[in-house]
């Protein structure tokens, strides 16, 4: 099984260079998508690092995991035009020809909020967790909401319980969101797996930033780091403003 890493998974990510992943950006919630700082819309910082003018974008949303609401959606175009992205499409989950075709040119690809494992079954299903893995690996950007945040990690898990699920594994972390301040579900998953398995947790109204050397850099509000090390969870806290934290070192 593979330790999530997309800089050493060949089978998820072929040889594609890291030098040309794009950070990805994981949301508890939809806030984030229209915060500001001082220096415009927070959102910028997803298409900074992308060659093209805004404009000339193209940029993705996949609703598989809450059915494809088409008021979330609406939201999603909102966040984009804030931003100077004009060209969206909702990938639907029965996706037409034109829908893939969308995807596999697409420079930004966001995974909504849902059901966790009802999106991940629908990914596999239609072949789009492949074309979504692609791209991130010839530099498009990943941003997941909520259960769309967790995907990105290394387990996904039902709503009604059962054993945690292989998901895209492209964050080295099992991921979980807005369940403070007891993160007692990420606690029992991280404990389930092997030694060295890390869990994030995201509470509400924050974020992170998975920059391409894996690093981590919290946005908003303070993130919650384990380390499963002999049995054990050690706990730290990530704060923002701090810099990245490097997963690979110890709690």
Not at 57 to 77: H, Q, T
Not at 80 to 87: D, L, S, W
Not at 164 to 169: K, S, Y
């Amino acid at each position: 099984m593979s330790d999530g890493s997309p800089h050493e998974n060949g089978a998820t990510l072929g040889d594609q260079a890291v030098a040309s992943l794009q950070p990805m950006f994981l949301f508890a919630d939809s806030q984030l998508l229209f915060a500001r700082d001082d220096e415009g819309p927070f959102l910028r910082r997803a298409i900074e690092g992308l060659p093209k003018a805004p404009h000339q974008l193209k940029a993705a949303y996949l609703g598989a995991s809450n059915g494809d609401v088409a008021d979330y959606y609406e939201i999603f175009v909102g966040a984009m035009e804030g931003i100077g992205v004009c060209v969206t499409r909702m990938i639907r989950s029965a996706p037409s020809d034109a829908d893939r075709a969308f995807l596999d040119e697409a420079d930004l690809i966001l995974l909504a909020g849902g059901d966790i494992a009802r999106g991940w079954a629908v990914f596999q299903e239609t072949g789009m967790h492949k074309a979504i893995v692609a791209r991130y690996g010839a530099g498009a950007v990943l941003m997941g909401i909520s259960a769309g945040a967790v995907q990105l990690g290394q387990r996904g898990f039902s709503e009604g319980g059962g054993a945690p699920f292989d998901t895209f594994q492209l964050v080295p972390m099992v991921v979980d969101v807005h369940d403070e301040p007891e993160w007692s579900r990420l606690n029992a998953v991280v404990k389930g797996l092997p030694e060295h398995t890390r869990g994030l947790g995201i509470p509400l109204g924050g974020g992170a930033i998975i920059h391409a050397d894996l690093s981590v850099e919290p946005v908003r509000k303070q993130l919650l780091e384990l380390h499963l090390v002999e049995g054990e969870l050690r706990t730290a806290l990530l704060l923002p403003g701090s810099g990245a934290s490097d997963p690979g070192k110890s709690a």
